[in-house]
Nanobody
Framework: QVQLVESGGGLVQAGGSLRLSCAAS????????MGWFRQAPGKEREFLAH????????YYADSVKGRFTISRDSAKNTVYLQMNTLKPEDTAIYYC????????????????WGQGTQVTVSS
């Protein structure tokens, strides 16, 4: 099984950037699709992007397309989420997750989750 640990969250002003990291442990990580989600207070967990670890194919939710970029470093077993032009409405806890289904975009399709990292965007 894979274990996931997110980092890189924090407080940033609107218009700024952050890069989140998700360190994955476990030798089977290359089999998975890795996704990023976020959850704001009182809202459902929202899919943002995923990357197929082996092929590097990416997919984005419309809400973040063009502002967020997902990538992975196989040597470091780490997935990243580069977030640019941040807005106050991006404030949420951000989670990375692993799925066996290649095109996974819903929470039910992801079987392993990290603990989350808080991102706060001030106006």
């Amino acid at each position: 099984q894979v274990q996931l640990v997110e980092s890189g969250g924090g407080l940033v002003q609107a218009g700024g950037s952050l890069r989140l990291s998700c360190a994955a442990s476990g030798r089977t990580v290359s089999r998975y699709t890795m996704g990023w989600f976020r959850q704001a207070p009182g809202k459902e967990r929202e899919f943002l992007a995923h990357i197929r670890w082996s092929a590097g194919n990416t997919y984005y939710a419309d809400s973040v397309k063009g502002r967020f970029t997902i990538s992975r470093d196989s040597a470091k077993n780490t997935v990243y989420l580069q977030m640019n032009t941040l807005k106050p409405e991006d404030t949420a806890i951000y989670y990375c997750a692993a799925a066996s289904f290649p095109r996974a975009t819903t929470t039910n399709e992801y079987h392993t989750w990290g603990q989350g990292t808080q991102v706060t965007v001030s106006s």
